[in-house]
């Protein structure tokens, strides 16, 4: 009859042996979602291009484009018109 004791450390041990394969699988599975996603949009740690400055007219056409969309009030349309045209 088997030992209690050595039944109770050798299922430790597979239990252990079974967790280093999931996690073996698991950073596999996380490095492949990741190269999947690089090659999707980029590496997210490469330096990004300055973004262009808009001038005021391009952005008040895209507030209203916002607010075309319903997106932004009118109100806040004007607000932020007046604000580009403030800094012109």
């Given amino acids: 009859m088997p030992d209690p004791q050595e039944q109770m450390r050798q299922a430790v041990r597979d239990v252990g042996q079974e967790l280093a ?8 599975l996380a490095r492949q979602a990741a190269e999947d996603l690089t090659k999707l949009v980029g590496d ?10 808009d001038s005021p007219v391009e952005l008040i056409r895209e507030l209203g ?3 075309d969309e319903g997106l932004i009030t009118d109100e806040e349309f004007q607000a932020k018109k007046a604000d580009l045209l403030s800094r012109v």
């Fill in 21 to 28: 394969r999931a996690m073996e699988q698991a950073n596999r």
């Fill in 44 to 53: 997210p740690r490469a330096p990004r291009p300055p973004r262009r400055s």
């Fill in 65 to 67: 484009r916002l607010r």
